[in-house]
Protein backbone atom coordinates (compact mmCIF):
# COMPACT_ATOMS: atom_id res chain seq x y z
CA UNK A 1 0.00 0.00 0.00
CA UNK A 2 1.11 3.12 -0.92
CA UNK A 3 -0.06 5.97 1.61
CA UNK A 4 -1.25 9.30 1.23
CA UNK A 5 0.17 9.98 5.14
CA UNK A 6 2.74 7.99 6.71
CA UNK A 7 3.22 8.86 10.33
CA UNK A 8 5.18 5.47 10.98
CA UNK A 9 7.82 6.63 8.73
CA UNK A 10 7.99 9.62 10.59
CA UNK A 11 8.05 8.41 13.64
CA UNK A 12 10.60 5.80 12.74
CA UNK A 13 12.90 8.92 11.60
CA UNK A 14 12.73 10.87 14.15
CA UNK A 15 11.39 8.75 16.97
CA UNK A 16 14.20 9.21 19.91
CA UNK A 17 13.77 12.90 19.73
CA UNK A 18 9.86 12.78 20.11
CA UNK A 19 10.27 10.65 23.23
CA UNK A 20 13.27 13.27 24.64
CA UNK A 21 10.98 15.97 23.88
CA UNK A 22 8.17 14.09 25.98
CA UNK A 23 9.93 13.27 28.73
CA UNK A 24 11.36 16.99 29.33
CA UNK A 25 7.53 17.72 30.05
CA UNK A 26 6.58 14.88 32.06
CA UNK A 27 8.44 15.57 35.31
CA UNK A 28 7.88 19.29 35.33
CA UNK A 29 4.29 18.72 36.21
CA UNK A 30 3.54 21.76 34.20
CA UNK A 31 1.09 20.80 31.21
CA UNK A 32 -0.68 24.17 30.26
CA UNK A 33 0.93 27.61 28.39
CA UNK A 34 4.74 26.90 30.11
CA UNK A 35 8.38 27.17 28.61
CA UNK A 36 7.75 24.77 25.64
CA UNK A 37 4.70 26.60 24.49
CA UNK A 38 6.57 29.82 25.10
CA UNK A 39 9.44 28.95 23.75
CA UNK A 40 8.01 27.53 20.48
CA UNK A 41 5.92 30.74 19.94
CA UNK A 42 9.15 32.58 19.63
CA UNK A 43 11.13 29.43 17.14
CA UNK A 44 7.84 29.51 15.11
CA UNK A 45 7.13 33.09 14.66
CA UNK A 46 10.81 33.74 13.98
CA UNK A 47 10.68 30.65 11.56
CA UNK A 48 8.05 32.51 9.85
CA UNK A 49 9.64 35.89 9.49
CA UNK A 50 7.18 37.20 12.20
CA UNK A 51 7.64 38.52 16.04
CA UNK A 52 5.30 37.70 17.71
CA UNK A 53 3.21 33.79 18.00
CA UNK A 54 0.30 32.66 20.25
CA UNK A 55 -0.16 29.05 20.40
CA UNK A 56 -4.11 28.10 20.66
CA UNK A 57 -6.30 25.18 20.46
CA UNK A 58 -6.75 24.42 16.62
CA UNK A 59 -5.85 25.98 13.29
CA UNK A 60 -10.03 26.68 13.15
CA UNK A 61 -9.36 28.63 16.30
CA UNK A 62 -6.14 30.18 15.08
CA UNK A 63 -8.66 32.13 12.71
CA UNK A 64 -11.20 32.79 14.64
CA UNK A 65 -9.05 34.51 17.31
CA UNK A 66 -7.33 36.34 14.27
CA UNK A 67 -10.59 37.72 13.41
CA UNK A 68 -11.77 38.70 16.38
CA UNK A 69 -9.12 40.13 18.00
CA UNK A 70 -9.35 42.78 14.65
CA UNK A 71 -13.19 43.23 16.49
CA UNK A 72 -14.87 41.42 14.11
CA UNK A 73 -18.30 40.42 14.74
CA UNK A 74 -21.92 40.09 14.03
CA UNK A 75 -23.06 41.88 10.76
CA UNK A 76 -19.29 41.83 9.49
CA UNK A 77 -18.19 40.44 6.37
CA UNK A 78 -15.17 38.39 5.32
CA UNK A 79 -14.31 37.78 1.71
CA UNK A 80 -12.74 34.01 1.19
CA UNK A 81 -13.01 31.21 -0.81
CA UNK A 82 -15.44 28.01 -1.28
CA UNK A 83 -12.79 25.79 -2.06
CA UNK A 84 -10.99 25.28 1.26
CA UNK A 85 -11.91 23.12 4.05
CA UNK A 86 -15.02 23.99 5.97
CA UNK A 87 -12.99 25.02 8.46
CA UNK A 88 -12.00 28.50 6.84
CA UNK A 89 -15.55 29.29 6.54
CA UNK A 90 -16.75 27.95 10.29
CA UNK A 91 -14.18 30.13 11.47
CA UNK A 92 -15.68 33.16 10.37
CA UNK A 93 -18.96 32.09 11.56
CA UNK A 94 -17.99 31.61 15.06
CA UNK A 95 -17.17 35.19 15.32
CA UNK A 96 -20.95 36.05 14.22
CA UNK A 97 -19.64 37.24 10.63
CA UNK A 98 -20.45 36.11 7.15
CA UNK A 99 -18.09 34.50 4.78
CA UNK A 100 -18.41 36.18 1.42
CA UNK A 101 -16.80 33.77 -1.00
CA UNK A 102 -15.11 34.77 -4.22
CA UNK A 103 -14.13 32.29 -6.97
CA UNK A 104 -10.73 30.80 -7.70
CA UNK A 105 -8.15 31.11 -10.62
CA UNK A 106 -8.36 28.37 -13.07
CA UNK A 107 -4.18 27.91 -12.93
CA UNK A 108 -3.66 27.60 -9.26
CA UNK A 109 -6.80 26.55 -8.20
CA UNK A 110 -6.67 29.38 -4.98
CA UNK A 111 -8.02 32.74 -4.66
CA UNK A 112 -8.16 34.94 -7.78
CA UNK A 113 -7.63 38.15 -6.34
CA UNK A 114 -9.14 40.30 -9.67
CA UNK A 115 -12.61 38.86 -7.93
CA UNK A 116 -12.05 40.57 -4.92
CA UNK A 117 -12.94 44.36 -5.48
CA UNK A 118 -16.20 43.86 -6.61
CA UNK A 119 -17.39 41.94 -3.48
CA UNK A 120 -16.12 44.87 -0.79
CA UNK A 121 -19.19 46.49 0.69
CA UNK A 122 -19.34 49.03 3.68
CA UNK A 123 -19.58 45.43 5.67
CA UNK A 124 -16.43 43.75 4.51
CA UNK A 125 -13.71 44.12 7.54
CA UNK A 126 -10.98 41.51 6.74
CA UNK A 127 -9.78 39.43 3.55
CA UNK A 128 -8.95 36.11 4.17
CA UNK A 129 -6.86 34.09 1.79
CA UNK A 130 -6.09 30.49 1.56
CA UNK A 131 -2.42 29.38 0.87
CA UNK A 132 -4.15 26.30 -0.19
CA UNK A 133 -2.19 22.98 -0.42
CA UNK A 134 0.80 24.42 0.22
CA UNK A 135 0.75 27.08 -2.54
CA UNK A 136 1.00 31.10 -1.72
CA UNK A 137 -1.84 33.00 -2.81
CA UNK A 138 -1.36 36.40 -4.95
CA UNK A 139 -0.77 38.89 -1.93
CA UNK A 140 0.29 41.77 -3.35
CA UNK A 141 -2.69 42.80 -5.05
CA UNK A 142 -4.58 42.21 -1.77
CA UNK A 143 -2.34 44.30 0.02
CA UNK A 144 -2.88 47.30 -2.24
CA UNK A 145 -6.70 46.58 -1.45
CA UNK A 146 -5.68 46.42 2.01
CA UNK A 147 -4.08 49.78 2.34
CA UNK A 148 -6.49 51.39 -0.48
CA UNK A 149 -9.53 50.67 1.51
CA UNK A 150 -8.28 49.45 5.19
CA UNK A 151 -9.53 46.10 4.94
CA UNK A 152 -6.83 43.90 6.63
CA UNK A 153 -5.71 40.79 5.38
CA UNK A 154 -5.81 37.76 7.28
CA UNK A 155 -3.54 34.33 5.71
CA UNK A 156 -5.33 31.14 6.48
CA UNK A 157 -1.95 29.31 6.25
CA UNK A 158 -2.50 25.71 7.54
CA UNK A 159 -1.21 23.88 4.64
CA UNK A 160 1.68 26.28 4.03
CA UNK A 161 4.29 25.94 6.93
CA UNK A 162 7.30 27.02 5.00
CA UNK A 163 5.76 28.11 1.44
CA UNK A 164 7.26 31.74 0.24
CA UNK A 165 5.78 34.60 -1.66
CA UNK A 166 8.00 36.44 -2.95
CA UNK A 167 11.08 35.14 -0.93
CA UNK A 168 8.84 35.83 2.14
CA UNK A 169 7.86 33.13 4.18
CA UNK A 170 3.55 32.93 4.23
CA UNK A 171 1.92 34.21 7.91
CA UNK A 172 4.36 36.64 8.72
CA UNK A 173 2.93 39.37 5.38
CA UNK A 174 -0.81 40.29 6.41
CA UNK A 175 -1.91 41.36 9.80
CA UNK A 176 -1.93 38.08 10.99
CA UNK A 177 -1.49 34.61 9.63
CA UNK A 178 -3.82 31.51 10.97
CA UNK A 179 -1.31 28.29 11.11
CA UNK A 180 -3.00 24.89 12.08
CA UNK A 181 -0.95 21.95 13.50
CA UNK A 182 -3.03 19.40 12.77
CA UNK A 183 -1.54 15.43 12.67
CA UNK A 184 -1.26 15.64 8.84
CA UNK A 185 -0.07 18.98 8.30
CA UNK A 186 3.51 19.45 7.00
CA UNK A 187 4.64 20.67 10.28
CA UNK A 188 1.95 18.40 12.46
CA UNK A 189 1.54 17.55 16.49
CA UNK A 190 0.43 14.47 18.01
CA UNK A 191 -2.92 16.01 18.28
CA UNK A 192 -4.76 18.93 17.79
CA UNK A 193 -2.97 22.64 17.91
CA UNK A 194 -2.25 25.94 15.79
CA UNK A 195 -1.03 29.38 15.90
CA UNK A 196 -1.63 32.79 15.11
CA UNK A 197 1.60 35.09 14.53
CA UNK A 198 1.38 38.83 13.63
CA UNK A 199 4.04 41.91 14.02
CA UNK A 200 1.49 43.96 15.53
CA UNK A 201 1.91 44.25 19.30
CA UNK A 202 -1.62 45.40 19.89
CA UNK A 203 -3.00 42.10 18.16
CA UNK A 204 -0.84 40.07 20.37
CA UNK A 205 -1.87 41.68 23.08
CA UNK A 206 -5.29 40.88 22.62
CA UNK A 207 -5.06 37.02 21.23
CA UNK A 208 -3.21 36.29 24.31
CA UNK A 209 -6.06 37.18 26.08
CA UNK A 210 -8.50 35.47 23.69
CA UNK A 211 -7.25 31.99 24.01
CA UNK A 212 -7.83 32.56 27.87
CA UNK A 213 -11.04 33.64 29.43
CA UNK A 214 -10.31 36.99 28.22
CA UNK A 215 -7.28 37.50 31.48
CA UNK A 216 -5.31 40.24 31.53
CA UNK A 217 -4.05 38.56 34.35
CA UNK A 218 -5.16 35.52 35.88
CA UNK A 219 -9.27 35.47 37.38
CA UNK A 220 -9.18 38.81 35.80
CA UNK A 221 -11.34 38.92 32.78
CA UNK A 222 -11.47 42.05 30.32
CA UNK A 223 -12.98 40.91 27.25
CA UNK A 224 -15.22 37.45 26.31
CA UNK A 225 -12.38 35.14 25.27
CA UNK A 226 -12.53 31.23 25.24
CA UNK A 227 -10.41 27.96 26.31
CA UNK A 228 -8.15 27.66 23.36
CA UNK A 229 -4.46 26.76 24.43
CA UNK A 230 -1.36 24.86 22.82
CA UNK A 231 -0.49 22.09 25.69
CA UNK A 232 3.06 21.65 26.56
CA UNK A 233 3.57 18.09 25.19
CA UNK A 234 2.10 19.17 21.73
CA UNK A 235 4.28 22.23 21.96
CA UNK A 236 7.19 19.81 22.75
CA UNK A 237 6.63 17.68 19.98
CA UNK A 238 6.35 20.52 17.96
CA UNK A 239 9.93 22.37 18.62
CA UNK A 240 11.76 18.72 17.86
CA UNK A 241 9.78 18.63 14.30
CA UNK A 242 10.43 22.10 13.57
CA UNK A 243 14.19 21.29 12.79
CA UNK A 244 12.87 18.89 10.14
CA UNK A 245 10.48 21.13 8.78
CA UNK A 246 12.83 22.33 5.66
CA UNK A 247 14.48 19.13 4.84
CA UNK A 248 10.41 17.05 4.59
CA UNK A 249 9.38 20.21 2.61
CA UNK A 250 12.23 19.79 0.50
CA UNK A 251 11.47 16.10 -0.17
CA UNK A 252 7.83 17.23 -0.91
CA UNK A 253 8.96 19.29 -3.79
CA UNK A 254 11.94 16.90 -4.63
CA UNK A 255 8.34 13.84 -5.12
CA UNK A 256 6.52 16.99 -7.01
CA UNK A 257 9.41 17.45 -9.14
CA UNK A 258 9.34 14.02 -10.47
CA UNK A 259 5.68 13.57 -10.67
CA UNK A 260 5.66 16.65 -12.93
CA UNK A 261 7.79 14.98 -15.25
CA UNK A 262 6.43 11.68 -15.62
CA UNK A 263 2.81 12.73 -15.81
CA UNK A 264 3.62 14.75 -18.77
CA UNK A 265 2.25 12.44 -21.11
CA UNK A 266 -0.73 11.28 -19.10
CA UNK A 267 -4.25 12.31 -18.76
CA UNK A 268 -3.97 14.42 -15.61
CA UNK A 269 -3.32 17.84 -14.75
CA UNK A 270 -0.84 18.36 -12.71
CA UNK A 271 -0.46 21.08 -10.27
CA UNK A 272 1.77 24.25 -11.23
CA UNK A 273 4.00 26.72 -8.83
CA UNK A 274 4.16 30.53 -9.88
CA UNK A 275 7.43 32.26 -10.46
CA UNK A 276 6.47 34.19 -6.88
CA UNK A 277 5.85 31.07 -5.51
CA UNK A 278 7.47 28.17 -3.47
CA UNK A 279 5.42 25.82 -3.21
CA UNK A 280 5.44 23.00 -0.28
CA UNK A 281 3.13 20.80 -1.68
CA UNK A 282 1.12 19.77 1.75
CA UNK A 283 -1.23 18.02 -1.40
CA UNK A 284 0.11 17.32 -4.92
CA UNK A 285 -3.62 18.05 -6.50
CA UNK A 286 -3.79 16.91 -10.17
CA UNK A 287 -7.03 16.90 -12.04
CA UNK A 288 -8.88 14.89 -14.28
CA UNK A 289 -12.23 14.85 -16.04
CA UNK A 290 -12.58 10.92 -14.78
CA UNK A 291 -11.38 11.61 -11.38
CA UNK A 292 -13.34 9.14 -9.81
CA UNK A 293 -12.63 6.49 -12.15
CA UNK A 294 -8.96 6.96 -11.17
CA UNK A 295 -9.78 7.43 -7.40
CA UNK A 296 -11.21 3.78 -7.84
CA UNK A 297 -8.06 2.08 -10.20
CA UNK A 298 -5.50 3.35 -8.01
CA UNK A 299 -7.01 2.27 -4.98
CA UNK A 300 -7.65 -1.01 -6.59
CA UNK A 301 -3.51 -1.26 -7.17
CA UNK A 302 -3.08 -0.46 -3.60
CA UNK A 303 -2.48 3.40 -4.08
CA UNK A 304 -4.53 5.55 -1.50
CA UNK A 305 -5.50 9.05 -2.90
CA UNK A 306 -8.27 11.64 -1.20
CA UNK A 307 -10.06 14.43 -2.48
CA UNK A 308 -9.59 17.86 -1.02
CA UNK A 309 -12.69 19.08 -1.42
CA UNK A 310 -15.42 17.32 -3.05
CA UNK A 311 -18.12 19.84 -1.87
CA UNK A 312 -17.53 23.73 -1.77
CA UNK A 313 -18.35 25.37 1.32
CA UNK A 314 -20.95 27.20 -0.47
CA UNK A 315 -22.59 24.10 -1.34
CA UNK A 316 -22.53 22.86 2.19
CA UNK A 317 -26.07 22.00 4.28
CA UNK A 318 -24.39 24.30 6.89
CA UNK A 319 -23.68 27.17 4.69
CA UNK A 320 -26.35 26.61 1.33
CA UNK A 321 -24.99 29.92 0.27
CA UNK A 322 -26.20 31.11 -3.06
CA UNK A 323 -23.06 32.31 -4.77
CA UNK A 324 -22.02 31.88 -8.61
CA UNK A 325 -18.22 30.16 -8.62
CA UNK A 326 -18.19 28.17 -11.39
CA UNK A 327 -14.60 27.43 -11.68
CA UNK A 328 -14.50 26.58 -8.04
CA UNK A 329 -17.49 23.79 -8.90
CA UNK A 330 -15.65 22.46 -12.09
CA UNK A 331 -12.76 21.58 -9.85
CA UNK A 332 -13.90 20.26 -7.13
CA UNK A 333 -15.64 17.30 -9.06
CA UNK A 334 -11.80 17.08 -10.91
CA UNK A 335 -9.48 17.23 -7.80
CA UNK A 336 -7.35 14.14 -6.71
CA UNK A 337 -4.53 13.92 -4.08
CA UNK A 338 -1.98 11.63 -4.91
CA UNK A 339 1.10 10.59 -2.04
CA UNK A 340 3.39 13.44 -1.66
CA UNK A 341 4.37 12.81 1.63
CA UNK A 342 8.33 13.28 2.71
CA UNK A 343 8.83 9.30 3.74
CA UNK A 344 7.45 8.39 -0.11
CA UNK A 345 9.90 6.60 -1.56
CA UNK A 346 11.42 7.41 -5.66
CA UNK A 347 10.00 3.87 -6.55
CA UNK A 348 6.32 4.85 -5.25
CA UNK A 349 6.45 8.05 -7.31
CA UNK A 350 7.06 6.11 -10.27
CA UNK A 351 5.10 3.43 -9.59
CA UNK A 352 1.81 6.02 -8.40
CA UNK A 353 2.83 7.57 -12.26
CA UNK A 354 2.70 4.12 -13.80
CA UNK A 355 -0.55 3.26 -12.23
CA UNK A 356 -2.45 6.73 -13.47
CA UNK A 357 -0.75 5.56 -16.89
CA UNK A 358 -2.65 2.02 -16.79
CA UNK A 359 -5.67 3.20 -15.51
CA UNK A 360 -6.51 5.53 -18.39
Known amino acids: MIKIVDFGGEFSEISAQIKQAVDTVLPKGWFILGDEVKTFEKEFSRYVGAQYGVGVGSGTDAIMHSLRALGIGRGDEVITVSHTSIATASAISMTGAKPVFVDVAEDTMLMDVSKVKPKIT ?3 KAMLPVHLYGHPVDLNPLLEI ?56 ELYR ?3 MLRQYGWEERDRSIMKGVNSR ?5 AAILRAKL ?27 APMEKEYAKHVYHQYVVRSEGRDALKRCLEKEGVQTQIHYPIPVHKQKSFSLNSRLPTTERISSQVLSLPVHPFLHEEEVLGVAEHIRECR
Open 122 to 124: NKT
Open 146 to 201: SEEHGIPVVEDCAQAHGAEYRGRKVGGIGALGAFSFYPTKNLGAYGDGGMVVTNDE
Open 206 to 208: KLL
Open 230 to 234: LDEIQ
Open 243 to 269: KHLDKWNERRRKNATLYDELLKDTSVL
